[in-house]
Nanobody, 114 residues
Protein backbone atom coordinates (compact mmCIF):
# COMPACT_ATOMS: atom_id res chain seq x y z
CA UNK A 1 0.00 0.00 0.00
CA UNK A 2 1.28 3.44 -0.96
CA UNK A 3 -0.22 6.76 0.06
CA UNK A 4 0.80 9.88 -1.79
CA UNK A 5 0.53 13.50 -0.73
CA UNK A 6 1.15 16.34 -3.15
CA UNK A 7 2.11 19.88 -2.28
CA UNK A 8 3.48 22.98 -3.95
CA UNK A 9 0.55 24.09 -6.05
CA UNK A 10 -0.69 27.65 -6.08
CA UNK A 11 -1.34 30.73 -8.15
CA UNK A 12 1.40 32.05 -10.41
CA UNK A 13 1.60 34.50 -13.26
CA UNK A 14 2.31 33.36 -16.79
CA UNK A 15 6.02 32.84 -17.28
CA UNK A 16 6.51 31.93 -13.66
CA UNK A 17 7.58 28.72 -11.98
CA UNK A 18 6.31 26.28 -9.40
CA UNK A 19 7.77 23.15 -7.89
CA UNK A 20 5.45 20.35 -6.93
CA UNK A 21 6.37 17.64 -4.48
CA UNK A 22 4.86 14.23 -3.85
CA UNK A 23 5.73 12.34 -0.69
CA UNK A 24 4.96 8.65 -0.42
CA UNK A 25 4.05 6.94 2.84
CA UNK A 26 5.73 3.73 1.84
CA UNK A 27 8.86 2.81 -0.03
CA UNK A 28 8.47 4.27 -3.50
CA UNK A 29 11.92 3.19 -4.61
CA UNK A 30 10.44 0.23 -6.48
CA UNK A 31 7.66 2.30 -8.07
CA UNK A 32 7.56 4.13 -11.35
CA UNK A 33 6.40 7.62 -10.44
CA UNK A 34 4.49 10.06 -12.56
CA UNK A 35 2.53 13.24 -12.71
CA UNK A 36 -0.83 13.71 -14.38
CA UNK A 37 -3.10 16.70 -14.61
CA UNK A 38 -6.75 17.43 -15.12
CA UNK A 39 -8.10 20.76 -16.28
CA UNK A 40 -11.74 21.73 -15.77
CA UNK A 41 -13.97 19.94 -18.25
CA UNK A 42 -11.12 17.84 -19.59
CA UNK A 43 -9.89 14.31 -19.07
CA UNK A 44 -6.91 13.56 -16.91
CA UNK A 45 -3.74 13.56 -18.99
CA UNK A 46 -0.27 12.23 -18.45
CA UNK A 47 2.48 14.81 -17.89
CA UNK A 48 5.70 13.06 -16.93
CA UNK A 49 7.18 9.80 -15.69
CA UNK A 50 10.35 8.76 -13.93
CA UNK A 51 11.26 5.09 -13.80
CA UNK A 52 12.81 3.23 -10.91
CA UNK A 53 16.13 3.68 -12.72
CA UNK A 54 15.67 7.43 -13.07
CA UNK A 55 14.77 7.42 -16.75
CA UNK A 56 12.46 10.32 -17.49
CA UNK A 57 9.83 11.00 -20.12
CA UNK A 58 7.55 13.95 -20.80
CA UNK A 59 4.44 14.82 -22.70
CA UNK A 60 5.23 16.99 -25.71
CA UNK A 61 3.39 19.96 -24.26
CA UNK A 62 5.78 20.20 -21.27
CA UNK A 63 9.07 19.17 -22.84
CA UNK A 64 11.78 21.69 -22.16
CA UNK A 65 9.71 23.38 -19.45
CA UNK A 66 9.08 20.72 -16.78
CA UNK A 67 11.59 18.50 -15.01
CA UNK A 68 10.75 15.45 -12.95
CA UNK A 69 13.11 14.09 -10.30
CA UNK A 70 13.03 11.62 -7.46
CA UNK A 71 14.74 11.19 -4.12
CA UNK A 72 14.13 7.64 -2.99
CA UNK A 73 15.79 8.24 0.38
CA UNK A 74 13.08 10.81 1.11
CA UNK A 75 10.29 8.93 -0.71
CA UNK A 76 9.77 12.10 -2.73
CA UNK A 77 9.15 12.94 -6.35
CA UNK A 78 9.25 16.51 -7.58
CA UNK A 79 8.05 18.32 -10.67
CA UNK A 80 9.80 21.57 -11.48
CA UNK A 81 7.57 23.63 -13.74
CA UNK A 82 8.99 26.62 -15.57
CA UNK A 83 7.63 29.01 -18.19
CA UNK A 84 4.09 28.30 -17.09
CA UNK A 85 1.18 29.34 -19.26
CA UNK A 86 -2.55 29.57 -18.53
CA UNK A 87 -2.95 26.26 -20.41
CA UNK A 88 -1.04 24.60 -17.56
CA UNK A 89 -3.85 25.42 -15.15
CA UNK A 90 -5.11 22.14 -13.72
CA UNK A 91 -5.15 19.87 -10.71
CA UNK A 92 -1.90 17.95 -10.71
CA UNK A 93 -1.89 14.39 -9.43
CA UNK A 94 1.00 12.22 -8.36
CA UNK A 95 0.89 8.58 -9.45
CA UNK A 96 2.83 5.53 -8.34
CA UNK A 97 2.89 2.28 -10.28
CA UNK A 98 4.06 -0.57 -8.09
CA UNK A 99 3.63 -4.31 -8.55
CA UNK A 100 0.86 -3.80 -11.07
CA UNK A 101 -1.09 -1.39 -8.88
CA UNK A 102 -1.80 2.30 -9.41
CA UNK A 103 -1.81 4.71 -6.50
CA UNK A 104 -2.93 8.33 -6.62
CA UNK A 105 -2.57 11.39 -4.48
CA UNK A 106 -5.39 13.81 -3.78
CA UNK A 107 -4.06 16.41 -6.20
CA UNK A 108 -2.77 19.95 -5.91
CA UNK A 109 -4.22 22.91 -7.76
CA UNK A 110 -2.04 24.91 -10.12
CA UNK A 111 -3.48 28.12 -11.49
CA UNK A 112 -1.60 30.26 -13.99
CA UNK A 113 -2.93 33.76 -14.60
CA UNK A 114 -2.39 35.62 -17.84
Amino acid sequence: QVQLVESGGGLVQAGGSLRLACVGSGNIGSAAMGWYRQAPGKQREWVSLISTYGTTSYADFVKGRFTISRDNAKNTVRLQMNSLTPDDTAVYYCNAKKYGMDYWGQGTQVTVSS
